[in-house]
């Protein structure tokens, strides 16, 4: 099965990619390979001459503070061109050439103020520009004439990418060198390890799944709680792991939602076990050999 794939250099992926190479084969649509999303005349002829099936849409302006600064800027800004635009530029290919669409979005939709997990069907209410243009994305899917995923995915993390480093690998490389870490203990969300979310997307594939799904990980644990497990699995000092309330951490940046517990059991339903962060971090270790 042959797949059309945006952002596929990326932090999640070239992962995907890299898992899933075996079974699938991928054509990536970026920057790195010379193709602009927000180039609608391109987009609709690479998409609609190409024989495959599916389009993997993962390309986004995902820099939650840089998307804050295109605010200002509205449709004008780079947040919403990217987002936005280029999304309904692949919608609309999909839509041309009747090529079922998986779009990558995120937690963010919600504005984190429940109590409880969320579900699929709650009801999204973006609290910064970024979230916003991912929620415009979604809408843009769901208007499409042919079927489609929408795969919300929560804090990705993995053993190694050296183009860009996540949040998980950022926390152990401050510990390997012994700097402090500074986090938000007043701060829930639910982190994903990027080699399930390229099991998943193969299981959903696999069982011609539509509508949307929660892939993240199985555990809710706030960043100061993801340090420390850090720390204790790779045998670091946890001193070096202190305690900051998410009011002083984000001051002057773009507004976080507080509470972003996601439920994953719709893929459980589908047999598929998505690891803790304590499960992912101990993979980590194994695939670093450390």
Avoid at 23 to 51: C, H, M, R, W
Wanted: net charge neutral.
């Amino acid at each position: 099965m042959k797949i059309l794939g945006t952002g596929l250099s990326g932090l999640v992926g070239s992962r995907i990619e890299e898992l899933l190479r075996d079974k699938y084969q991928f054509e990536d649509l970026s920057l790195a390979t010379g193709v602009d999303i927000t180039d609608s005349e391109k987009i609709i002829s690479l998409v609609t001459s190409s024989n495959a099936s599916l389009v993997l849409h993962l390309a986004a302006k995902t820099d939650v503070d840089g998307c804050e600064k295109d605010k200002e800027q509205g449709t004008n800004g780079d947040a919403w061109k990217i987002n936005v635009e280029g999304t309904r530029n692949i919608v609309d290919a999909c839509c041309k050439s009747g090529k079922k669409i998986i779009y990558i979005s995120t937690d963010y939709v919600f504005n984190g103020d429940s109590q409880k997990a969320y579900e699929e069907e709650d009801k999204p209410a973006p609290v910064n520009w970024y979230a916003r243009t991912k929620l415009e994305g979604e809408k843009i899917v769901k208007n499409c004439t042919t079927s489609y995923i929408i795969a919300r995915i929560a804090y990705p993390y993995r053993a190694i990418f050296e183009k860009k480093p996540d949040f998980a690998r950022t926390i152990l490389q401050r510990l390997m060198s012994r700097q402090p870490i500074i986090a938000v203990s007043d701060r829930i969300m639910t982190p994903t390890f990027i080699d399930d979310i390229a099991k998943a997307l193969d299981v959903l594939m696999k069982n011609e799944a539509l509508g949307i799904f929660h892939v993240v990980g199985s555990q809710y644990i706030s960043p100061f709680d993801t340090a420390l497990s850090i720390a204790d699995t790779f045998g670091f000092d946890k001193s070096l792991v202190q305690k900051t309330t998410r009011e002083e951490y984000f001051r002057n940046r773009a507004p976080r939602p507080f509470y972003l517990a996601l439920k994953n059991d719709k893929i459980q339903k589908l047999g598929l076990k998505m690891k803790t962060f304590e499960e992912g971090i101990l993979e980590i270790k194994k695939q670093l050999n450390l």
